[in-house]
Nanobody
Framework: QVHVEESGGGLVQAGGSLRLSCSAS????????MAWFRQVLGKEREFVAG????????YYADSVKGRFTISRNPAKSSVFLEMNSLKPEDTAVYYC?????????????????WGRGTQVTVSA
């Protein structure tokens, strides 16, 4: 079992940047496929970016491609989401998720372990 915890959210103006961190304890992070999702109140949780276990191949939602970068640091058991050129529509609670699956799922049901989320607010 792995415990996942996010940090780094906050308030930023449109065009600005934020870096989210996800720490995973209990197992080596490279053994898990990791992903970031986001959710706005009243809407479904939406896939943002993911990184495949072992190989480290990355995947992005079309809405963030070219602006967001997912990476990992196995030595720190951490996954990061670098967010640049932020837009008001990026405002959401951002969640980190982990699963032992060898693929990066784009639905929330694909992940077994979740953090509590961190709020990102982008003002116009």
């Amino acid at each position: 079992q792995v415990h996942v915890e996010e940090s780094g959210g906050g308030l930023v103006q449109a065009g600005g940047s934020l870096r989210l961190s996800c720490s995973a304890s209990g197992h080596t992070i490279s053994a898990y496929s990791m992903a970031w999702f986001r959710q706005v109140l009243g809407k479904e949780r939406e896939f943002v970016a993911g990184i495949r276990r072992v190989s480290g191949i990355v995947y992005y939602a079309d809405s963030v491609k070219g602006r967001f970068t997912i990476s990992r640091n196995p030595a720190k058991s951490s996954v990061f989401l670098e967010m640049n050129s932020l837009k008001p529509e990026d405002t959401a609670v951002y969640y980190c998720a982990a699963d032992l699956s060898s693929s990066v799922g784009r639905t929330a049901s694909s992940y077994e372990y979740w953090g509590r989320g961190t709020q990102v607010t982008v003002s116009a």
